[in-house]
T-cell receptor, first 112, second 115 residues
């Protein structure tokens, strides 16, 4: 069975500072990893994905994520946080022939 | 391009009543998903369609939930009869294909409150 853990319910960061939202996963097989963002009263929006190749993946709005196979992690990062980045962030994992599994989400609060 | 459309956006019903949700995916997307998102949790897949065929409905409570995707485009999700624990946001998503590498595009969701 596959699973995703987002160990922090909430992350607070000052505007302009770097941010990290953590995600670890457990799968049998090669993982396909995704980050989505959810703004209030809206559906999830795709940010980036890791399929294969370069461990550092760049996505929308200046976000990037690093795939670490040995630590089974896929942390989301941004060098300089904006107030508009405040939202709910979901990590998701999928392996071949399996449905996608989402984490419970991490609320990012960027403080002006 | 137009995104995934869902209606209604909000619905309040009493327990034991029935309700239906509608979804129109992005044009050309073969795969359509329905998710249930309970407050404080991540989305849980209810059913996945590939064109008009069901790929995965293993987490769909089939005694009360049903879904169809006639003609491989629009889809409806029905709950009959509703229970209090069905209160959640129901999200529809679509992807170009059903493979594991494809990202999903989500609609705004329907917030269902069962009283």
């Amino acid at each position: 069975a596959q699973s995703v853990a987002q160990p922090e319910d909430q992350v607070n960061v000052a505007e302009g500072n770097p941010l990290t939202v953590k995600c670890t996963y457990s799968v049998s097989g090669n993982p396909y990893l995704f980050w989505y963002v959810q703004y209030p009263n809206r559906g999830l929006q795709f940010l980036l994905k890791y399929i294969t190749g370069d461990n550092l993946v760049k996505g929308s709005y200046g976000f990037e994520a690093e795939f670490n196979k040995s630590q089974t992690s896929f942390h989301l990062k941004k060098p300089s946080a904006l107030v508009s980045d405040s939202a709910l962030y979901f990590c998701a994992v999928r392996v071949s022939y399996q449905k996608v599994t989402f984490g419970i989400g991490t609320k990012l609060q960027v403080i002006p | 391009e137009a995104g995934v459309a869902q209606s209604p956006r909000y619905k309040i019903i009493e327990k034991r009543q029935s309700v239906a949700f509608w979804c129109n995916p992005i044009s050309g997307h073969a795969t359509l998903y329905w998710y249930q998102q309970i407050l404080g949790q991540g989305p849980k897949l209810l059913i996945q369609f590939q064109n008009n065929g069901v790929v995965d409905d293993s987490q769909l409570p089939k005694d009360r939930f049903s879904a169809e995707r006639l003609k491989g485009v629009d889809s409806t999700l029905k709950i009959q009869p509703a229970k209090l624990e069905d209160s959640a946001v129901y999200l529809c998503a679509s992807s170009l294909a059903g493979g594991e590498a494809y990202e999903q595009y989500f609609g705004p969701g329907t917030r269902l409150t069962v009283t």
